[in-house]
């Protein structure tokens, strides 16, 4: 086999059309890459190719730069950041989280800032996923209820289901908006597997003053946690912004 010639037409794949049938193609595309690249060098063909690639291409792509934890491609998921698709930049930012990329702090927060600028709902993917890259390399120090996490599912932590409340009232207290909280199940072999999500952002009006936001939320949240029956192996992993987390649609 032509190596080269095969990364370029694995490459060439990644485009496939995601609404048709060739989209298994792009999939067995990303997973052949990912194999090769165990082997031989994919991510520099990958990486001239990027910019000329449709974004669902360009999320294989990030996908395979996270598998192989290659960082040569920190420059190029920068300058994701700054592209046309909101899950691209998202994307791209978790994988330069992945890539402990500490160099990348200033693109994440001008993407940040756009963000909010932009007056995104703040609980959405692409500011969740900028959040998180931020706090991961350090760059944001989010405000923790007292209650310390028990568990860490994937790069999030969890709090015992049985005390949801307990931690929704403490950030409450700490002057903290909650977006959403997922449940996870937790097994004997280690793993999480999710049990269900609770998003109530949409239902929020973040151009309230803030008190009346953090209020608001609150009450939501309890709301969706009222609804939760508690067992020692679920979890929840809890989102949450500050007052500096939202962009200039909420008053003071």
């Given at each position: 086999?032509?190596?080269?010639?095969?990364?370029?037409?694995?490459?060439?794949?990644?485009?496939?059309?995601?609404?048709?049938?060739?989209?298994?193609?792009a999939?067995?595309a990303?997973?052949?890459?990912?194999?090769?690249g165990?082997?031989?060098?994919?991510?520099?063909?990958?990486?001239?190719?990027?910019?000329?690639?449709?974004?669902?291409?360009?999320?294989?792509?990030?996908?395979?730069f996270?598998?192989?934890?290659?960082?040569?491609?920190?420059?190029?998921?920068?300058?994701?950041?700054?592209?046309?698709?909101?899950?691209?930049?998202?994307?791209a930012?978790?994988?330069?989280?992945?890539?402990?990329?500490?160099?990348?702090?200033?693109?994440?927060?001008?993407?940040?800032e756009?963000s909010?600028?932009?007056g995104?709902?703040?609980?959405d993917?692409?500011?969740?996923?900028?959040?998180?890259?931020?706090?991961?390399?350090?760059?944001?120090?989010?405000?923790?209820?007292?209650?310390?996490?028990a568990?860490r599912?994937?790069?999030?932590?969890?709090?015992?289901?049985?005390r949801?409340?307990?931690?929704?009232?403490?950030?409450?207290?700490?002057?903290?908006?909650?977006?959403?909280?997922g449940?996870?199940?937790?097994?004997?072999?280690?793993?999480?597997?999710?049990?269900?999500?609770?998003?109530?952002h949409?239902?929020?009006?973040?151009?309230?003053?803030w008190?009346?936001?953090?209020?608001?939320?609150?009450?939501?949240?309890?709301?969706?946690?009222?609804?939760?029956?508690?067992?020692?192996?679920?979890?929840?992993?809890?989102?949450?912004?500050?007052?500096?987390?939202?962009?200039?649609?909420?008053?003071?």
């Amino acid at each position: 086999m032509d190596t080269e010639h095969e990364i370029d037409r694995l490459i060439r794949l990644l485009d496939s059309d995601t609404l048709d049938a060739n989209a298994m193609g792009a999939a067995d595309a990303q997973w052949d890459l990912t194999a090769l690249g165990r082997e031989t060098d994919v991510v520099a063909p990958l990486l001239r190719a990027l910019p000329n690639l449709g974004s669902f291409a360009q999320l294989c792509a990030v996908e395979i730069f996270q598998e192989l934890h290659d960082t040569r491609a920190i420059g190029a998921l920068i300058e994701l950041l700054a592209g046309d698709d909101s899950t691209v930049r998202e994307w791209a930012a978790g994988a330069l989280a992945d890539l402990r990329a500490t160099q990348a702090v200033p693109a994440l927060r001008r993407a940040w800032e756009t963000s909010k600028a932009r007056g995104d709902d703040p609980g959405d993917g692409e500011p969740w996923g900028l959040r998180l890259a931020l706090t991961s390399l350090g760059a944001r120090v989010p405000v923790t209820p007292a209650l310390a996490p028990a568990a860490r599912v994937g790069d999030v932590e969890a709090w015992p289901s049985a005390r949801l409340g307990e931690v929704l009232d403490q950030l409450a207290v700490r002057d903290q908006v909650t977006l959403s909280f997922g449940l996870w199940r937790s097994e004997d072999d280690g793993h999480f597997y999710n049990e269900g999500d609770f998003g109530y952002h949409a239902e929020l009006d973040f151009t309230r003053p803030w008190p009346e936001l953090v209020r608001q939320a609150h009450h939501r949240a309890r709301e969706s946690a009222h609804r939760v029956a508690p067992r020692d192996d679920l979890f929840a992993a809890i989102s949450w912004i500050a007052q500096t987390d939202l962009g200039h649609g909420a008053r003071r």
